[in-house]
């Protein structure tokens, strides 16, 4: 960690009523040696911005729901205005481990490449088998329609340097967004790099129901091929 | 000339219709554009045109290619919903990015006066 001080390092964590579990995220990034946090509360209807505040995180919040795309822009923009010159995304009830943010973060360091997906298909223990599927299928749609293949195209576990947070521009306010990125990845030929992460399926992280359902993926389906089309 | 029914009262709703879109128009009422008064115009005016003049269809059949009015008329109709729809889904698209763009700038507005 030499050529980036860890004071420009920022983690946006996009939350939507995740009042049960943001303050240990928070508490765990804090704990990872992470202290630039900011939280995007997405218009939640619990007390999902108060917490995050508690906690110490800096706490943006939206007036109404956009969606984890628009969520996660929003502190990407906020993390470039705070001078980040690396920037994690992560999710915020609690399933990514902040102890892999330095494994992320390290190609970045390196100059090695612009982004750094998180993959949770190299390691697939514990996933449930249904996620194991449906990310397959994203997969293979995203390689089909924005041409380029990734092993884990719906992760929200990611880091981007300063460039690609510049580059990175994409209009997608749902689902959409990860895979809207990897297309965006692959117009401006942004260096990436695909390391593994840890994912911890809890019972609260399995129990939200606003998480990517079948009717929600043909949701990100339809997005996506309205992207391309207009 | 023999009118059914139907004719005149299709005929006096389409020139309902057509009259309240040229008044709206006029006096500026819910955001009138030439493109929405035409589109009234258009459809209310084929509507009244086929119901008044029905053999007109057959034009329409000849010159897209179909045989039988009624299935010319089908075809032109389901034309027209899928504009319709798909300008729909436009708006609606466009109004969505407009809606988290004004979201997003609510959100930042602490940080932007902080760093001033």
Known sequence: MDSVEKSRIFVVIPAFNEEGAIQAVINEVCGAGYENIIVVDDGSSDGTYSKAKQAGAVALGHKINRGKGAATKTGIEAAKLLGADIIVTMDGDGQHDPNDIERLIEPIMKKECDVVLGTRLKNTKGMPWHKILANHVANFFTWYLFGLWVTDSQSGFRAYSRHAAEVINTRADRYEYDSQVIREIYIYKLKYKEIPIAVRYTEYSMGKIQKQGVMNGFKTLYKMVWSLLF | ?116
């Open chain 2, 1 to 116: 000339m023999r009118f059914h029914i139907y004719q005149v009262v299709i005929s006096v709703i389409s020139a309902i219709m057509i009259y309240q879109g040229v008044t709206n128009y006029i006096k500026g009422k819910n955001n009138p554009t030439l493109l929405k008064l035409l589109a009234r115009i258009a459809v209310w005016g084929s509507m009244a045109l086929i119901t008044i003049f029905p053999n007109i269809s057959n034009v329409a059949a000849k010159i897209i290619g179909i045989e039988g009015n009624i299935n010319a008329v089908i075809l032109i109709g389901f034309i027209f919903v899928f504009l319709m729809m798909f300008k729909l889904l436009s708006a609606i698209e466009r109004l969505e990015q407009d809606l988290s763009i004004v979201t997003r700038n609510d959100a930042l507005k602490r940080i932007n006066e902080e760093e001033k």
